[in-house]
């Protein structure tokens, strides 16, 4: 699982600098404290203090000499950097987010797969005591759904039915996604209220009426 997005920290002192110019704590013309000095007052090192200098030299934020030191040259710059990393950031922790949901998603599936499986291993195990049973119809050759999907065929809106597996040759497909494309003589497992397997039945080996 990856990590939570988290802005180091020479970046939040970047900014700290950059809203300082913004809100006209530090003016243009102006000089920064040198690094020594600054490295002191975040109490980080002087490697770090480099680096949040570094970022706003390349916004055209400060200017750096060897002469002069850190120089302050444009608040519009230093309001443009703290609107670009507002928009990385945000754009960073919508990833987090959808990485976590993504996750989310997987284990829900998961579940939703077991529990699945044990409605259809338990209900076969004890369809005479009065429990749900999932119902069996096999597709026959000259069936209207062969090659169509579940979602293209429209099947829970023409059927009331919901498929929770299907049965191909020696497998067991629990929770078929929608785009799964029926076969000739697969088995498909569906559970619904009283009179479903007929409208099952009918839509998927009609006698006289085509799909």
């Not at 090192?45 to 040259?73: C, F, H, W, Y």
């Not at 996750?103 to 259809?120: D, G, R």
């Amino acid at each position: 699982m990856k990590k939570k997005h988290v802005t180091p920290k020479y970046i939040k002192i970047a900014l700290d600098i950059a809203y300082s110019i913004y809100n006209g704590d530090m003016k243009e013309g102006s000089k920064v404290s040198g690094r020594s000095t600054l490295a002191s007052k975040y109490n980080v090192s002087p490697e770090t203090i480099r680096r949040s200098i570094a970022l706003l030299k390349d916004m055209n934020v400060v200017n750096v000499t060897e002469k002069s030191g850190i120089s302050i040259i444009s608040k519009e710059q230093a309001y443009q950097f703290i609107q670009n990393f507002k928009t990385k950031d945000h754009v960073a922790k919508l990833k987090d987010e959808t990485n976590k949901l993504i996750l989310e998603k997987l284990e829900l599936e998961k579940n939703i797969n077991e529990n699945i499986q044990s409605i259809i291993d338990y209900s076969y195990q004890l369809k005479n005591i009065g429990l749900i049973y999932p119902f069996e119809l096999e597709i026959l050759k000259d069936s209207p759904i062969i090659e169509n999907t579940i979602s293209s065929t429209n099947f829970w809106q023409k059927t009331k039915a919901t498929i929770i597996g299907i049965k191909r040759t020696k497998n067991l497909i629990i929770s078929p996604g929608p785009h799964l494309a029926f076969k000739e003589n697969d088995i498909i497992l569906f559970v619904g209220t009283d009179g479903v397997y007929q409208n099952v039945e009918n839509f998927v080996n009609p006698k006289t009426k085509p799909l």
